[in-house]
């Protein structure tokens, strides 16, 4: 069993900071990449941005220059530090990762439950 938990959503005025945060745990053998998606109301779930296990790291358009991810491999756990946030930025975040299980060689997807991030004044 793995699971990731996701933590730091709420509410936060336009301009405002929050920082989420992701702890992978249970029957891990190794991790690969691990992002930050995001389901707006009525929208597809899309990428925000992903790290690599080496820390090549990938952000949608839509967040470049206000977004930071980084990820502590020795904690399983991978961060999204957002500024600078706008009201468009409203949805639910999900983290994500590839996780290659104990005793398994193949990986799969894990996604944590989701946590709200409202930006209104």
């Known amino acids: 069993q793995v699971q990731l938990e996701e933590s730091g959503g709420g509410l936060v005025q336009p301009g405002g900071s929050l920082r989420l945060s992701c702890a992978a745990s249970?029957?891990?053998?190794?991790?690969?990449?691990m992002g930050w998606y995001r389901q707006a109301p009525g929208k597809e779930r899309e990428l925000v941005a992903s790290?690599?296990?080496?820390?090549?790291?990938n952000y949608a358009d839509s967040v470049k220059d206000r977004f930071a991810i980084s990820r502590d491999s020795a904690k399983k756990s991978v961060y999204l530090q957002m500024n600078s946030l706008k009201p468009e930025d409203t949805a639910v975040y999900y983290c994500?990762?590839?996780?290659?299980?104990?005793?398994?060689?193949?990986?799969?997807?894990?996604w944590g439950q989701g946590t709200l991030v409202t930006v209104s004044s």
């Open positions: 249970g029957s891990i053998r190794l991790i690969g990449n």
């Open positions: 994500s990762a590839n996780v290659w299980p104990v005793g398994r060689d193949t990986s799969s997807k894990y």
């Open positions: 790290v690599s296990s080496v820390g090549t790291t």
